[in-house]
Protein backbone atom coordinates (compact mmCIF):
# COMPACT_ATOMS: atom_id res chain seq x y z
CA UNK A 1 0.00 0.00 0.00
CA UNK A 2 0.97 3.57 -1.06
CA UNK A 3 0.03 6.84 0.63
CA UNK A 4 -0.07 10.21 -1.28
CA UNK A 5 -0.31 13.85 0.02
CA UNK A 6 -1.21 16.40 -2.09
CA UNK A 7 -1.15 19.67 -1.18
CA UNK A 8 -2.73 22.56 -3.24
CA UNK A 9 0.18 25.05 -4.69
CA UNK A 10 0.09 28.76 -5.40
CA UNK A 11 -0.16 27.52 -9.42
CA UNK A 12 -1.70 23.98 -9.41
CA UNK A 13 -2.04 24.32 -13.43
CA UNK A 14 1.91 24.23 -13.58
CA UNK A 15 2.12 20.85 -11.78
CA UNK A 16 3.04 17.74 -13.07
CA UNK A 17 1.44 14.81 -12.40
CA UNK A 18 1.81 10.83 -13.41
CA UNK A 19 1.61 10.47 -17.41
CA UNK A 20 -1.13 8.00 -18.67
CA UNK A 21 0.37 4.55 -18.00
CA UNK A 22 -1.08 0.78 -16.70
CA UNK A 23 -0.26 -0.26 -13.61
CA UNK A 24 1.68 -3.31 -12.99
CA UNK A 25 -0.37 -5.36 -11.10
CA UNK A 26 -3.38 -7.35 -11.30
CA UNK A 27 -5.86 -5.48 -8.80
CA UNK A 28 -5.53 -1.82 -7.91
CA UNK A 29 -7.72 -0.01 -5.74
CA UNK A 30 -7.61 3.47 -4.79
CA UNK A 31 -9.42 5.92 -2.03
CA UNK A 32 -9.21 8.95 -3.02
CA UNK A 33 -9.77 10.95 0.78
CA UNK A 34 -10.98 14.74 1.07
CA UNK A 35 -12.17 14.84 -2.27
CA UNK A 36 -8.67 14.67 -3.63
CA UNK A 37 -9.57 15.00 -7.07
CA UNK A 38 -6.92 15.24 -10.37
CA UNK A 39 -7.15 11.17 -11.35
CA UNK A 40 -8.17 10.66 -15.02
CA UNK A 41 -8.07 7.79 -17.41
CA UNK A 42 -7.06 7.49 -21.18
CA UNK A 43 -9.98 5.58 -22.81
CA UNK A 44 -10.21 5.38 -26.18
CA UNK A 45 -7.62 8.68 -27.21
CA UNK A 46 -9.66 10.53 -24.69
CA UNK A 47 -8.74 11.76 -21.16
CA UNK A 48 -11.62 11.85 -18.71
CA UNK A 49 -11.99 12.44 -15.40
CA UNK A 50 -12.99 10.37 -12.74
CA UNK A 51 -15.36 12.19 -10.81
CA UNK A 52 -15.23 11.38 -6.80
CA UNK A 53 -17.91 9.24 -4.98
CA UNK A 54 -17.84 9.84 -1.20
CA UNK A 55 -16.48 6.66 0.57
CA UNK A 56 -15.85 4.49 -2.90
CA UNK A 57 -13.04 3.27 -4.31
CA UNK A 58 -11.57 3.10 -7.39
CA UNK A 59 -11.00 -0.65 -8.73
CA UNK A 60 -8.99 -1.45 -12.17
CA UNK A 61 -8.47 -5.68 -12.55
CA UNK A 62 -6.52 -7.27 -15.31
CA UNK A 63 -9.08 -9.52 -17.50
CA UNK A 64 -7.69 -11.31 -20.22
CA UNK A 65 -8.84 -8.61 -22.64
CA UNK A 66 -12.48 -9.02 -21.67
CA UNK A 67 -12.55 -5.17 -19.98
CA UNK A 68 -10.05 -3.45 -21.82
CA UNK A 69 -7.55 -1.53 -18.82
CA UNK A 70 -7.85 1.89 -18.82
CA UNK A 71 -4.68 4.43 -18.39
CA UNK A 72 -4.73 6.12 -14.98
CA UNK A 73 -3.19 9.57 -15.61
CA UNK A 74 -2.48 11.36 -11.96
CA UNK A 75 -3.29 15.27 -13.58
CA UNK A 76 -1.39 18.05 -11.11
CA UNK A 77 -4.34 20.39 -10.87
CA UNK A 78 -5.87 19.68 -7.46
CA UNK A 79 -8.71 22.29 -6.51
CA UNK A 80 -8.18 21.22 -2.79
CA UNK A 81 -5.41 19.10 -0.78
CA UNK A 82 -6.01 15.73 -0.11
CA UNK A 83 -4.70 12.26 0.50
CA UNK A 84 -4.92 9.37 -2.37
CA UNK A 85 -4.46 5.77 -0.90
CA UNK A 86 -3.54 3.18 -4.07
CA UNK A 87 -3.35 -0.58 -2.83
CA UNK A 88 -2.15 -2.79 -5.05
CA UNK A 89 -1.95 -6.52 -5.25
CA UNK A 90 -0.21 -9.48 -6.68
CA UNK A 91 0.79 -12.65 -6.57
CA UNK A 92 4.24 -14.01 -5.56
CA UNK A 93 7.03 -13.41 -7.59
CA UNK A 94 7.30 -16.93 -8.27
CA UNK A 95 3.42 -17.28 -8.48
CA UNK A 96 2.56 -18.19 -12.54
CA UNK A 97 0.31 -14.94 -14.26
CA UNK A 98 -2.33 -15.63 -16.64
CA UNK A 99 -5.59 -15.13 -17.15
CA UNK A 100 -8.35 -16.64 -13.95
CA UNK A 101 -10.15 -19.33 -15.70
CA UNK A 102 -13.30 -17.86 -15.26
CA UNK A 103 -12.24 -15.30 -18.06
CA UNK A 104 -10.85 -18.13 -20.38
CA UNK A 105 -13.64 -20.42 -22.51
CA UNK A 106 -13.89 -21.61 -25.70
CA UNK A 107 -15.24 -18.27 -27.28
CA UNK A 108 -12.70 -16.32 -25.10
CA UNK A 109 -9.65 -18.23 -25.02
CA UNK A 110 -6.44 -17.44 -23.44
CA UNK A 111 -4.76 -14.10 -25.32
CA UNK A 112 -1.58 -13.93 -22.94
CA UNK A 113 0.74 -16.32 -22.53
CA UNK A 114 1.14 -17.72 -18.92
CA UNK A 115 4.41 -16.57 -17.10
CA UNK A 116 5.54 -16.13 -13.46
CA UNK A 117 4.89 -12.79 -11.78
CA UNK A 118 8.53 -12.42 -11.60
CA UNK A 119 9.13 -12.11 -15.33
CA UNK A 120 5.78 -9.92 -15.92
CA UNK A 121 7.54 -7.69 -13.56
CA UNK A 122 10.61 -7.39 -14.74
CA UNK A 123 9.04 -6.82 -18.75
CA UNK A 124 6.87 -4.31 -17.14
CA UNK A 125 9.41 -2.34 -15.47
CA UNK A 126 12.17 -2.57 -18.71
CA UNK A 127 9.16 -0.34 -20.76
CA UNK A 128 8.71 3.00 -20.30
CA UNK A 129 5.15 4.57 -18.40
CA UNK A 130 4.11 5.82 -21.77
CA UNK A 131 1.15 3.25 -21.59
CA UNK A 132 2.57 0.68 -23.80
CA UNK A 133 2.21 -2.86 -22.87
CA UNK A 134 4.20 -5.47 -22.21
Known sequence: MRMTYHLLGPQPEQVFGLSPHYDA????ILHQMNGT??????????QLPVNILPHAFVVNISSNGISHSIEPWAMG?????????PMFFNPKLE???????????????????RITMGEYVKGFFSQSMDGSRI
Request: charged share 20%; net charge positive; glycine share 10%.
Open 37 to 46: DGLHIKRNCA
Open 77 to 85: TLRRKGSAV
Open 95 to 113: AGFGPAASFVNPEIPDLFR
Open 25 to 28: TAIM
